[in-house]
T-cell receptor, first 113, second 113 residues
Framework: QQQVKQSPQSLIVQKGGISIINCAYE??????FPWYQQFPGKGPALLIA?????SEKKEGRFTISFNKSAKQFSLHIMDSQPGDSATYFC????????????FGKGTLLTVNP | DAGVIQSPRHEVTEMGQEVTLRCKPI?????LFWYRQTMMRGLELLIY????????DSGMPEDRFSAKMPNASFSTLKIQPSEPRDSAVYFC???????????FGQGTRLTVV
């Protein structure tokens, strides 16, 4: 059973555009929601994370929006750049523990110049 | 800091052979994780060590898989005997303490033919 569903599987955006990736979860006990960025041949790296006590968190061009009642959260990349081209994973865990993360299947983002 | 170091980067082996993957965590980190990444299942946690002690191995798929951490600077993941369905990218990650950001290595791409 997949506990974190991520969409879309792939996304193509023009430079300067907004990239939006969505995730939905089922387990209401989840209370830590990070996003990871992975470049080809590299391991995932933490990009930004949110806890359910806030509805939005922004770091530079990256914003997480969180909707607790809908059990959904999304990543917005403003002014998308070719260097943002990577695979993005959402994840969730219980008890603010990042060791037992449940990952989404990933979204391959391509930003065209 | 060199980051998490994994070896080998690529491994091709024949079905039935023993495979050993190696990981050197970041110095000073006391939590270590082994993950497996496939297209079908995404990123899955296999095992988690804290202070060299296995805390959670519920993700280890079957008895053919074993992991050890003999000291704070070295861990191994062994598959014996290997099967084609074990083909995946295996990541090692470490954190300085529990509930903090995990730093991933570059992964080992395993192909079992």
């Amino acid at each position: 059973q997949q506990q974190v569903k991520q969409s879309p599987q792939s996304l193509i955006v023009q430079k300067g555009g907004i990239s939006i990736i969505n995730c939905a979860y089922e387990n209401t006990a989840f209370d830590y929601f990070p996003w990871y960025q992975q470049f080809p041949g590299k391991g995932p790296a933490l990009l930004i994370a949110i806890r359910p006590d806030v509805s939005e968190k922004k770091e530079g061009r990256f914003t997480i929006s969180f909707n607790k009642s809908a059990k959904q959260f999304s990543l917005h990349i403003m002014d998308s750049q070719p260097g943002d081209s990577a695979t993005y994973f959402c994840a969730a865990s219980i008890g603010s523990s990042n060791y037992k993360l449940t990952f989404g299947k990933g979204t391959l983002l391509t930003v065209n110049p | 800091d060199a980051g998490v170091i994994q070896s080998p980067r690529h491994e091709v082996t024949e079905m039935g052979q023993e495979v050993t993957l190696r990981c050197k965590p970041i110095s000073g980190h006391n939590s270590l994780f082994w993950y497996r990444q496939t297209m079908m299942r995404g990123l899955e946690l296999l095992i988690y060590f804290n202070n060299n002690v296995p805390i959670d191995d519920s993700g280890m798929p079957e008895d053919r898989f074993s992991a050890k951490m003999p000291n704070a600077s070295f861990s191994t993941l062994k598959i014996q005997p290997s099967e084609p369905r074990d083909s995946a990218v295996y990541f090692c990650a470490s954190t300085p303490q529990e509930n903090t950001e995990a730093f991933f290595g570059q992964g080992t791409r395993l192909t079992v033919v």
